[in-house]
């Protein structure tokens, strides 16, 4: 072959690559749940793969449709998850227009990008009439999008399964009023840990229910792994929607050993992971540094050392 005619073989190759991997969502289609598995539209198990943003209260300048094509990429993210503070002050509860605007721009972001994205109530309390409004509000407005996924409680730090379960349940019926399909991520109590309390007494009468469990891999191991096997045997499926290598505080030293250990066990067990997060904060868990763009186009540079493992381990999936 020519050299020319090479280098445009190479460019149309690279360009097919490009386009084939970033249509997820073309590719997959509605997922629903089947069992203790998310499927695609074809009914087979379905793996999503991406990244938390940080708070959208404290990192908003990250929130943006700009960023969102670059994760899903650059980074191979075939999910991301946009985290609208619920608590804190400047958050949801007291900003509630702003915070929407910031949180519509992830998700319309990753409706253009052919992405999932997930729209989660980053709330570590229960705010009950709040969620009820503004998950019936997506729900009309998104629900017709297979892109998207609702969490409806981040992290309970509640001793009570019963009280997070009657939760939800308004949440849910809330939802399914304006939405009968897209998938709901339920949280169970002591930050997504207790998932044995759900595996024994799971809520029923809806469809396209999963549970979150957490992991910060320095601090959580086989005991919690354990906890899942227990569910996912129970039937109980399970999607990781926070997850990340060091301790659980989102500081200090990541845990390779540890972290690769959940990474196997979620990818036999066919459950998607998502790992916090975009942000800037000076801890180990925010995978970027100060100097990178609010809009993405990050280099190395801009990564820190959770950020580089993180993409590399999602550039290894897409390929
Ligand atoms: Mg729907």
Redesign the pocket.
């Known amino acids: 072959m020519k050299p020319k005619h090479l280098i445009i073989s190479a460019l149309l190759l690279l360009f097919a690559h490009c386009f084939i991997n970033a249509q997820p969502v073309k590719d997959n289609g509605k997922l629903s749940v089947q069992g203790a598995f998310m499927v695609n539209e074809n009914g087979e198990p379905t793996v999503l793969r991406g990244v938390s943003y940080g708070w959208h209260n404290w990192w908003p300048r990250f929130y943006n449709k700009e960023s969102v094509k670059w994760l899903a990429e650059d980074w191979k993210c075939t999910v991301v998850r946009a985290a609208m503070g619920v608590g804190p002050k400047g958050s949801y509860i007291d900003k509630k227009a702003w915070s929407k605007e910031k949180i519509e721009a992830v998700i319309n972001g990753a409706i253009e990008a052919g992405i999932y994205v997930i729209i989660d109530w980053h709330s570590h309390e229960i705010h009950q009439d709040e969620a009820v409004s503004f998950f019936s509000e997506m729900a009309e407005k998104y629900?017709?999008y297979p892109n998207v996924i609702y969490e409806i409680f981040n992290e309970p730090v509640h001793d009570s399964w019963e009280d997070v379960k009657a939760y939800s349940i308004e949440v849910i019926k809330a939802i399914r009023e304006k939405?009968?399909?897209?998938i709901i991520l339920v949280g169970c109590p002591h930050w997504d840990q207790d998932i044995h309390l759900v595996a024994d007494d799971p809520i029923t009468g809806f469809n396209n229910l999963m549970y979150t469990v957490h992991f910060y891999a320095a601090t959580h191991k086989k005991e919690l792994r354990d906890r899942g096997d227990y569910a996912i045997k129970k039937g109980i499926p399970i999607f990781v929607s926070e997850s990340a290598a060091m301790k659980a505080n989102g500081d200090g030293e990541l845990d390779y050993k540890s972290w690769d250990k959940w990474i196997d066990w979620m990818e036999k067990n066919k459950i998607s992971w998502i790992t916090w997060s975009i942000a800037d904060k000076n801890e180990s868990c925010s995978m970027l540094k100060k100097s990178a763009s609010d809009t993405g186009s990050w280099g190395e540079n801009d990564l820190k050392e959770s950020g580089i493992e993180t993409r590399n381990r999602l550039r290894s999936f897409a390929d």
């Open positions: 629900g017709d939405d009968p399909d897209n």
